[in-house]
């Protein structure tokens, strides 16, 4: 049974960090482009960053950019999104997603298969 569970959200201060976890069941990670996206309340589900599954190639919006890195943990099966100097702007849902394409996309949520559930981030002082 394949399933994404993310994890790792919380509630953090402006200028704090989170870092969130995409853990794997059921499938390797490494196989797939991942993606990470969020929903704030009222608004369209955004992609954030990605990473692709054949040349490790990574994107961010323009919003995070030089504030979020996204990385892999083959030995762990897990994905990581690392979030510093977090703003109030960036309190959301945050998703994972797994696709089948070798070059991930944060431009379309149809290149993705599978997705997690979630995890709440919320930047407030």
Known sequence: ??????????LVQPGG????FC?????TLDLYAIGWFRQAPGKEREGVSCISRSDGSKYYVDSVKGRFTISRDSTKNLVYLQMNDLKPEDTAIYYCAAGFRA?????????YNYW?????VTVSS
């Open 1 to 10: 049974h394949v399933q994404l569970v993310e994890s790792g959200g919380g």
């Open 116 to 120: 997690g559930r979630g995890t709440q």
């Open 17 to 20: 960090s989170l870092r969130l």
């Open 103 to 111: 070059i991930c996309s944060i431009g379309s949520k149809d290149a």
């Open 23 to 27: 853990a794997g069941s059921g499938f």
